[in-house]
């Protein structure tokens, strides 16, 4: 998909309410590792994938996000986690976008 670069993929299962998300392909180790998703809510899914990904080795985790939905100010799930995003990039699809991006972590970007 992106040339000269490895795909990792991660996936989620349900099981009844319990979310468990796997590396399911590729090799995160020793790998600074973009998130990229087209929607986000309330970000538990791709805090739990970069967890895996850290857990399998990741050096770093960034994310790359077209619609940063948010709703009831969710983004504050990414603050004071145990999950450190090195950079988080949104676009201003969502007309609020800029509002969160204003916010902690303070690596957040709209592009």
Partial sequence: MFEG???ITCA?????KKRIVKVKDGDPAGKNVIIVDDLIQTGGTMIHCAQALLEKGATSISAY???AVFPNDSWKNFVDNDV????FWITDSIPHAK???ENKPDRKSVV
């Fill in 12 to 16: 989620k299962i349900r099981d009844g």
């Fill in 99 to 101: 509002q969160i991006a």
């Fill in 5 to 7: 670069f490895e795909t």
């Fill in 65 to 67: 996000v077209t619609h």
């Fill in 84 to 87: 450190k995003f090195q950079n």
